[in-house]
């Protein structure tokens, strides 16, 4: 699997963000394997502590399962200040889960982020690719419960 | 063509995709075809339009009647009552809610002045407003030495933070012989509270592309990436639509208008990571690695991307550029003030009536754009403070909400313009909260290439929460004087550099409030 997608980008070392986007993406849990790590280094021929260097870098990746449906709540000043702080609270509740952790039925990771550029709407997040905006406690417990149902 | 009796515009932007817009526009389709109303009332889906209601939000044409945070109820009530009959419908205009019409300043505006009238995914849209007749101009009839006088002349100066003269820029980088130089747009914006440039994207991608253009062909650039973060979808895609269509219509290609010139644009994608808005750091992401500042000199121009000489901008100083090109750097120069010319995107956010993005001349003062552009203070909250420029920017106190706000005034008070971003704060909001809250960003964004920044970012959150627990002394305020201030002097790059001046702002017009928190 990870062959085939190694196999639609050029080897060439510029194409590693995107093949590590991709098989991150593709993953049912949303993660780099150790595996993924070795095809892409034997693909790329570059060393694994390379692609091990980028992957941890970029906070977009990461090198454990993750849930189905993740949770990414900006911590930035201007949704730090509209109270993003009670909104985390309220999920860690809800979720019964820390930060970086994720649900033991596997459908949330929770996890904090940097600016989205969505700050008209502080405070905001993000879960998978869709934005919530002008949250409160009230509007996260509706949106965690949908989710939850569709899954 | 066709004629419409009216034009309604539907704001298409991250925020309003975020309150359901989508099937909004499908059930008022539906509504207006119900009403036998299609062919008389054009539906366009636009960028963000020029105010920034909260939600759903419509621009009424001819009347100029906007609307905000529609929902699909409202939709019949809307589509009898004004699309039928003519009436606007008072209680859910914007103007009615806080009996305050925002300025909408089109005729001031240069990169913003489609955005919300044309439909950003329509090529012909573009060109109807006189787009590409700059690149024509500069492809034709210029050659690229005029060009950069041109772009010199007119005083752009970078809007990404720096400042830096953008034909000053471009002049390094021309008469360098090269097999391959590169232009990269930098629109990986990142800083806390910034969004300009996605609005500048979402809202007329092709002013950005055409931007591309002229100022690949002054520095004689075949190949450009536009550097954009993951996060921004919407701009992803509606960029990609207009680099295919540019394809199509060969406006961009190989042997552009038979000139023999030849340019590509690609988008790349970013994968998280605040300091890849430093232009070197971003490069080392662009080649596959970790997003690691280099050394300079050599300078990106000289020696960037693959070694090559590559001239890196922001977003919105390439979207000034058509405008210098098509109208002239005299005509560019009635904007803003002799020592900076031109318009600033802004958004505004925090406690005021209406938060949003204007664009103004520079050097227009802090307390005209919150009175006149966001409605002044939200009902009830008096003005304490306001962040300008994000994290890297400054906390300014009401003592300078007359400073003009353009590089030259603000550097007489050690103030940055930045990335023009503007986060007001009310007077119950604490500073050293505040300043938690930057220290905390920036200790998460250091990347760790260099101790002072490394370290140091670590040391002034571990001193900033013991002053927010109220176990601080003003000689800790002072030693977190003293790191910025080292780190300042001794980072690699901005990112390092830049703590102290929120620190330093903080304190020094806010002195009474750490008094008061380390007396507790």
């Not at chain 2, 950069?148 to 471009?170: D, H, M, Q, T, Y």
């Not at chain 2, 992803?236 to 639509?241: E, M």
Request: proline share 4%; charged share 25%.
């Amino acid at each position: 699997m990870y062959k085939e997608i190694c196999a639609k980008y050029a080897p060439t070392k510029d194409n590693l963000i995107y093949i590590l986007h991709e098989i991150q993406d593709t993953h049912p849990q949303h993660y780099i394997s150790q595996e993924a790590v070795t095809a892409i280094s034997e693909y790329l021929k570059l060393p694994e502590n390379h692609i091990y260097g980028v992957l941890t870098f970029y906070s977009m990746y990461s090198t454990t399962p993750r849930g189905k449906n993740i949770i990414r709540l900006c911590e930035s000043p201007p949704c730090y200040i509209k109270g993003s702080e009670n909104i985390l609270r309220k999920l860690k509740t809800i979720l019964g889960t820390g930060v970086g952790e994720t649900t033991k039925d596997g459908k949330f990771t929770l996890e904090l982020c940097a600016c989205l550029g969505v700050c008209g709407n502080a405070p905001v997040m993000m879960i998978n690719d869709d934005v919530y905006g002008d949250l409160s406690e009230e509007k996260v417990e509706d949106i965690i419960e949908k989710l939850r149902g569709r899954s | 063509m066709k004629y419409y009796r009216s034009h309604v515009l539907v704001g298409i932007n991250e925020t309003s995709v975020a309150a359901g817009v989508q099937s909004f526009v499908r059930a008022l389709r539906a509504e207006l075809s119900k009403a036998g109303l299609s062919e008389e009332i054009n539906l366009l889906e636009t960028g963000p339009l020029g105010f920034f209601g909260k939600g759903i939000c419509l621009t009424v044409y001819p009347e100029n009647v906007n609307y905000e945070n529609l929902k699909e109820e409202h939709i019949p009530e809307l589509v009898q009552e004004h699309f039928l009959k003519g009436r606007p419908v008072a209680s859910l205009m914007l103007e009615s809610a806080g009996k305050f019409s925002p300025k909408l300043n089109y005729s001031k505006r240069i990169v913003l002045r489609n955005s919300g009238i044309i439909d950003p995914e329509s090529i012909d849209d573009y060109i109807g407003t006189g787009g590409y007749e700059a690149w024509e101009k500069a492809l034709t009839q210029m050659e690229p030495k005029q060009i950069i006088e041109e772009v010199k002349n007119s005083g752009l100066r970078g809007r990404g933070g720096a400042g830096f003269p953008a034909g000053v820029k471009w002049s390094f980088t021309a008469p360098l012989q090269a097999e391959q130089k590169y232009v990269v747009v930098n629109a990986d914006e990142g800083e806390p509270g910034t969004f300009k440039d996605r609005l500048i994207m979402e809202g007329d991608p092709h002013q950005l592309l055409e931007g591309i253009m002229i100022c690949a062909r002054a520095i004689g650039a075949t190949k450009s990436y536009i550097y954009i973060r993951g996060e921004y979808k919407l701009c992803i895609h509606r960029l990609q639509k207009a680099i295919d269509d540019c394809r199509n219509y060969g406006i961009i290609g190989t042997n552009i208008f038979e000139s023999g010139f030849d340019l590509d644009i690609e988008i790349k994608i970013g994968a998280g990571a605040y300091v890849c808005g430093e232009e070197t750091a971003l490069i080392e992401s662009l080649e596959g690695n970790r997003g690691h500042p280099r050394w300079k000199p050599p300078f990106p121009g000289v020696k960037g991307l693959w070694q090559a000489p590559t001239v890196v901008n922001n977003v919105e100083t390439l979207a000034n550029v058509p405008f210098i090109i098509s109208k002239g750097a005299d005509e560019y120069k009635k904007y803003g003030t002799p020592e900076c010319t031109g318009t600033k995107v802004y958004t505004i956010l925090g406690d005021v009536a209406y938060p949003g993005l204007c664009e103004v001349d520079m050097g227009t003062t802090l307390r005209t754009i919150i009175n006149d552009y966001a409605g002044g203070m939200k009902k009830g909250f008096k003005f304490k403070a306001a962040l300008v420029g994000g994290a890297a920017g400054m906390i300014l106190s009401e003592r300078l909400l007359d400073v003009k706000m353009d590089l030259a005034s603000l550097n007489q008070y050690s103030a940055v313009l930045g990335s023009g971003a503007i986060l007001v704060m009310n007077e119950h909001q604490s500073i050293v909260d505040m300043l938690w809250s930057i220290l905390r960003f920036f200790r998460h964004e250091s990347c760790g290439k260099c101790s002072p920044c490394k370290t140091g970012t670590q040391q002034l959150y571990r001193l900033i929460t013991k002053l927010k627990k109220g176990d601080g002394t003003m000689d800790d305020v002072e030693l977190m004087l003293t790191i910025a201030d080292t780190m300042q002097q001794t980072s690699f790059c901005a990112l390092g550099q830049s703590p102290i001046m929120a620190i330093r702002s903080a304190i020094d017009n806010f002195r009474d409030e750490f008094i008061a928190i380390t007396q507790k």
